[in-house]
């Protein structure tokens, strides 16, 4: 940046006001707008809300205020990190570093060390920097999507909080988010840009200074530019309507159509599900692909674009596992921009109650729902290993059925406070003293199989996105929900039942067949294939899998199967390897079964795992 540059500090009461305002600041030639936050206010949540107008607004650079001291280092640094692909290079973070008690009571903090804001500072760096750019090497002839030698750990530790990362998704495109920060939180040397007041004179060690001042045209002497706090005489308010805007009220939206069949995308980013190896399949981790697959769905009709959620890399032996692909950005994030890109279609992401905060998410979730016109969703999950707790403040925390207990008093904490509630807890499981400031009611998936899980269906859920796609295996699952619900004193058809299902279309069932065959070949590349039986390896800990149970059995198994069949490794992986279960034929066969199912009453639609997109 050279120049006198100038920044405006924007807030407005409502969405409509705040996206003419950010517009006409970038006409007006202002370098970034900064969105001020405070975990108390009633507002749209900053981070939410820029990655929304990172989508309406084409130049200007965009600076949420995020605390260090009311979320996880590793969110924030991830939130940022999707931010900045979103907006394509436009994220500036405002460091701030709320210890208001209220505020921190909120997450369940009593007190906050002030050094903490200069490691979270340090971490999110860190954890930017985690990806070289090149790491992403999508060699075909290898198979390997990226090169493990290119992305690190981070392993930092500090006597506040320890987070061993890499980043869950690519360097962001500006390698660094701008830091910006005040010149009182003491951390001049970590930041970009340092707002100061210009009475107290620029302040030294810090690369570009920014006075803060009312109005523009004040800058004083010595400074780079500034930042006004009230740049209204440049907001030229525009009535002009926009494409693609989303619905301002209920009743903009188009009236929803009745369809006896319910279909979501479940884009998955990370994982054996997606094919990249073709020079034609588009980048799944670039923004404009997500956009066209969400636009697309929309006009297809369906009823949901469902982001799913890994809180760590995926390893193999300790190094990051390179067959794997990358991009699973910050799903609420990603969605609030794919809100501004769309209309009328479900945003659903997937977000753990084992490592979030009820007050922060139900916040954010809640923010989605303003920005999106009432389409957010939410996929309860309570993640299944404490190898993603290395991430996050807690490190590997609770077992399996006491994370349910959690997510039961979790849930129930974010409804009371989308209904405006105060909710006070103070147990070792949940510990928060909160108000709801913004009423929501996103629509509740859940995800897990586990009588635990299905118990939280049964009590909370409007949908599930359901393991069990087999009829035989749908049907017990749906008799069994249904035992659940009546249990709760809920109607049977409270939950919508969603199993993940693909689907391979041909004109004729060999065609179709051919295909799917053909996708499944593409999925088990070779070093994927040998990494899958590395899991069986029993001398070594390999993939932090549940599978090693009956570990020497299946090693037997699989080897009398190759013998017998003459397979090789790629042949024997792919013949004993779960995969989605698939739809396969031609559109009346497959309309002819999904009718079946229907007519059975065992689901109400499918959650189809997206793997291929065009360029
Ligand atoms: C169809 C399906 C999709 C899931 N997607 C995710 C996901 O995207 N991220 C995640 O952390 N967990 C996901 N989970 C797993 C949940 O974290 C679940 O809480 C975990 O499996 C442990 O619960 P369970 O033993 O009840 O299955 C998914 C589970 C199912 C059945």
Redesign the pocket.
């Known amino acids: 940046m050279t120049g006198l540059l100038f920044a405006a500090e924007v807030s407005a009461p409502d969405l409509a006001t705040l996206e003419r305002r950010v517009r006409a600041e970038e006409d007006a030639g202002y370098a970034f707008v900064t969105l001020p936050d405070d975990p108390l206010r009633g507002g749209v949540e900053a981070g939410v809300l820029a990655a929304f107008l990172a989508r309406r607004t084409a130049r200007i650079g965009l600076a949420p205020t995020l605390h260090t001291s009311t979320t996880e280092p590793f969110h924030l640094a991830t939130q940022l990190a999707g931010l900045d692909h979103a907006s394509l290079g436009r994220a500036g973070w405002v460091v701030g570093a709320t210890a208001d008690p209220a505020a921190l009571a909120t997450v369940g903090r009593a007190a906050v060390d002030p050094a903490e804001v200069a490691d979270v500072v340090e971490v999110a760096r860190g954890l930017w920097d985690s990806w070289e750019d090149d790491a992403v090497i999508k060699d075909v002839a290898t198979g390997r999507f990226l090169d493990p030698s290119r992305v690190h750990h981070v392993h930092f530790e500090s006597p506040r909080f320890s987070v061993i990362g890499p980043l869950i998704t690519p360097r962001p495109p500006q390698g660094q988010v701008v830091v910006i920060g005040s010149a009182a939180l003491g951390i001049t040397d970590q930041l970009d840009v340092v707002l100061a007041d210009p009475a107290q004179g620029r302040p030294a060690g810090a690369p570009l200074v920014f006075a803060s001042v009312h109005d523009v045209g004040d800058v004083p002497p010595g400074f780079d530019g500034c930042i006004c706090s009230a740049p209204a005489t440049t907001c030229r308010p525009s009535s002009a309507a926009r494409p693609g805007r989303p619905c301002g009220s209920p009743s903009a939206c188009p009236a929803p159509r009745t369809a006896s069949l319910h279909l979501g995308v479940f884009f998955t980013g990370a994982g054996p599900n997606l094919l990249w190896t073709r020079p034609d399949f588009a980048d799944h981790t670039h923004i404009d692909t997500f956009i066209h697959v969400a636009r697309t769905l929309e006009r297809g009709l369906f009823d949901a674009f469902f982001l799913?959620?890994?809180l760590r890399v995926r390893e193999n032996r300790g190094t990051v596992y390179d067959p794997d692909v990358a991009g699973r950005p910050d799903a609420i994030t990603q969605l609030a921009a794919l809100a501004a890109e769309t209309t009328h279609i479900g945003l659903v992401a997937?977000q753990?109650t084992t490592y979030n905060y009820p007050a922060d998410l139900a916040r954010r979730l809640a923010s989605l729902n303003t920005v999106s016109g009432g389409r957010a969703g939410w996929?309860i999950?309570?993640?299944?290993n404490a190898w993603t707790g290395e991430n996050f403040r807690h490190g590997g925390w609770l077992p399996?059925e006491r994370r349910y207990e959690r997510a039961t008093a979790f849930v129930e904490a974010a409804k009371a406070l989308w209904r405006g509630e105060r909710v006070v807890a103070a147990t070792d499981l949940l510990t928060l003293d909160a108000t709801g400031a913004i009423p929501a009611r996103p629509v509740l998936f859940q995800?897990?199989?586990?009588p635990?899980?299905r118990e939280l269906a049964a009590r909370h859920a409007d949908v599930v996105?359901?393991?069990n796609t087999s009829c035989v295996k749908a049907a017990a699952y749906a008799a069994d929900l249904r035992r659940r619900l009546a249990a709760h004193g809920r109607a049977p058809d409270a939950v919508r039942i969603l199993p993940?299902a693909s689907v391979v279309l041909g004109d004729t069932a060999a065609e179709a067949r051919e295909k799917a065959d053909w996708i499944r070949r593409e999925q088990t590349t070779g070093p994927r294939a040998l990494a899958y039986l590395e899991q069986l390896d029993p001398s070594r800990g390999t993939l932090p899998i549940e599978f090693r149970t009956g570990k020497l059995a299946r090693i037997a198994a699989w080897r009398e199967l190759a013998a017998e069949r003459d397979l090789s490794i790629r042949e024997l992986v792919i013949a004993v390897s779960p995969g989605h279960e698939s739809f396969v034929g031609t559109p009346g066969q497959i309309a002819e079964e999904w009718g079946r199912y229907l007519r059975d009453g065992v689901v109400d639609g499918f959650n189809y795992p997206y793997r291929i997109s065009r360029a």
């Open positions: 799913g959620e890994g997937t753990n996929n999950v309570t993640t299944d399996h995800a897990g199989d586990s635990g899980g996105f359901s393991a993940g």
